[in-house]
């Protein structure tokens, strides 16, 4: 290893790179900082709106009309921290890169917050003033903590009537359970709100109501009421981080005096480690506050040499682990975390290089298809405007066009170089509606319009109805589906008709049975025989199905195994309550017999078909249907109707709380019933309500609805 990680031809040095997501609930705000965040960078000279659909990083034609984000935005940009007027700042005077990517707050569009966590190293959660901790803020913040990812936390919407910043704070300690400390608390609120008080240096960063682009603003004295909040957020934040770090700690301990310097480098480490969370106020919309969140960036959020190297495992040994040293001079690692379609240069797949260097024009080898490819073009991407470079470098993240044979998770790296890095996780879908061309001639382009979108989104699945010959497409969400539906239509050219959507319900066994499957035919030459005998039992939720072969004695041959294990797998996929797929099962092989002729492989598997049949009548089967964890946030005059409501669609009510004027009724409600509820909220509220819902757990359905369900399978 050389001495310095830095290859001399590196625009900017590790240590000066920064890799952050952006990331929320819905409507917290996200594309409006990441535009602000560009427009004092120097990146954008016009500050683009969600709700006029000129944001830059919601470049496609549905996130414009919406005005909500659908698929993460890459982007970069340079910010220098200023020491102005006595403002200790740990890395000024030295031009920082950020690399940024904002994400969906949409549920429906969770896989693009999980593929992006993956690959970053840092993440501004965003929340807002006026609602707190929301569900999907829950879950980012959770997906982050699968990822080990250090977070700051930015409490926008500050402007708004009913913001709250230290109610946010405490909502963050007991519903996040996370040590947090205020670096930059808000001066003022609503439309009194004036800018920004900076802890650590006891400064006021106050703007100006004449620049209402928020471009300038002065560092002041703190007036008295101001000093006195200062004094009792920094020592909570001196005790957090001498808690957290031992440097600080030793020197706390010894009352010896700590500097700011010191201080932030102690906050800085204890941040990286997710000791400590740090938390800043603003108004991204009224350009407040911005630029000192860019400083916390910079002064919190690690570079690529603040984390721990990638640790992968040899593709064909999962037990030896291989590390991935960040470094220029290191052979080369990256992950393919995203790919996609565009409409100039085709096929992109993004990636984040944890190691080495790589070039156009270069080959790398994919360990799971063990194949090599030849990067064509390396694109930096800039939400939808594409730049040529020739190189990438250890931590940078871009675009590469020529790999056909790329996914989603994919480790790309030289060839002779055995290592697989951790893909990302995604969920289950939970809806699904079929999907058919009005005219024969958009057939090949339906078909071609679908894989490429369900290789782009791992969260987007396609499959042919066996019994109606049908495409059924499943996704996240009502909106998911729509979405997709409306990306075949523009980039595609392929006009579609869909079903109605359908929901993803699974079948379980609710108690221990026997079953036993007997296939024996003769027609003369030689015949058909198996024989297999299993117990079944429930198995523990999310195990799927497990399998042990208990056979004594060779009663069937070590060569039918896997053939009858084949057939167990097969049969889980149609229940027999309704044929929906069958989850949680554990299988045990007991006994079965089998005939020196005429016993093969096709006969074991149909015979262990017949043998799971047979135990899933015993066995007490039932149907699971899709719970959501919802969210409701209304006036108070308007709780009644909407619990009522949320009790007609079967939801069992979990709590019910009052912020101010606003109240928050939190239930769990089948899916199936969450159809147009968006319309129904708002006619109850007159548009002042809003919700938010996720995937929450499966449970059994109620027996009185099963029969309409089947009913409604089988087109009676």
Known sequence: M?????????????????????????????TTLTERVLFYTGMIHKIGEVHDGAATTDHMEQERERGITITSAAVTCEWEQKAENGVAKLFSGEKQRVNIIDTPGHVDFTAEVERSLRVLDGAVVVFCGVAGVQPQTETVWRQATKYNVPRIVFVNKMDRTG????????DVRKRLGVTVVRILIPIGSEENLKGQIDVLNKRAILFSDDDLLGSTYTIEDLTSDQLALANEAYEELLDAVANAD???????????????????AGLRRATIENKIVPMAGGSAFKNKGVQSVLDAIVDYLPSPLDIASAVGQKADDAETKVEATTDDSAKFVSLAFKLWSDK???????????????????????????????????????????????????????????LKDARTGDTLTVPGNDILLEPPTFPEPVISMSIEPKTTADQDKLAIGLQRLSDEDPTFMVKTDEDTGQTIVSGMGELHLEVIRD????????????????????????????????????????????????????????????????????VIPKEFINASKTGLKEAMLNGIVAGYPVVDVEVDIIDGSSHDVDSNESAFKMAAIFAMRDAFKNAEPIMLEPLMAVEAQTPEEYQGDIMGDLNRRRGKISSMETKG???????????????????????????????SMEPARFEAVPPKIVNDIVEARMGY
Request: proline letters at 4%; charged letters at 25%; a positive charge.
């Open 246 to 264: 031992d440097a600080v700690g030793e020197k706390f301990l010894g009352e010896e005096e700590i500097s700011v310097e010191e201080l932030k």
């Open 2 to 30: 050389s001495s310095s990680p830095n290859s001399p031809n590196r625009a900017f040095p590790l240590e000066r790179t920064r890799n952050i997501g952006i990331a929320a609930h819905i409507d917290a705000g996200k």
């Open 344 to 402: 100039f240069v085709g096929k992109l797949v993004f990636f984040r290089v944890y190691s080495g260097t790589v070039s156009k024009g270069d080959q790398v080898y994919n360990p799971r298809t063990r194949k090599k490819e030849r990067i064509g073009r390396l694109i930096q991407i800039q939400a939808n405007q594409h730049t040529d470079i020739d190189t990438c470098y250890a931590g940078d993240i871009a675009a590469m066009v020529g």
């Open 487 to 554: 990306r075949l239509f523009r980039e595609f050219k392929v006009d579609a008709t869909s079903g109605a959507p359908q929901i993803a319900y699974r079948e379980t066994i609710t108690k221990p049975a026997k079953g036993e499957g007997i296939l024996k035919k003769q027609t003369g030459g030689r015949g058909q025989y198996g024989h297999v005998v299993i117990n079944v039992r429930p198995g523990a939720k999310g195990t799927g199905l497990v399998i042990e072969d208990k056979t004594v004695g060779g």
């Open 163 to 170: 913001a709250d910043f230290q109610g946010v704070v405490d």
């Open 661 to 691: 004027i606003l109240a928050t009724v939190k239930a769990d409600v089948p899916l199936s019933a969450m159809f147009g509820y968006s319309t129904a909220i708002r006619t109850l509220s007159s548009g002042r309500a809003s919700y």
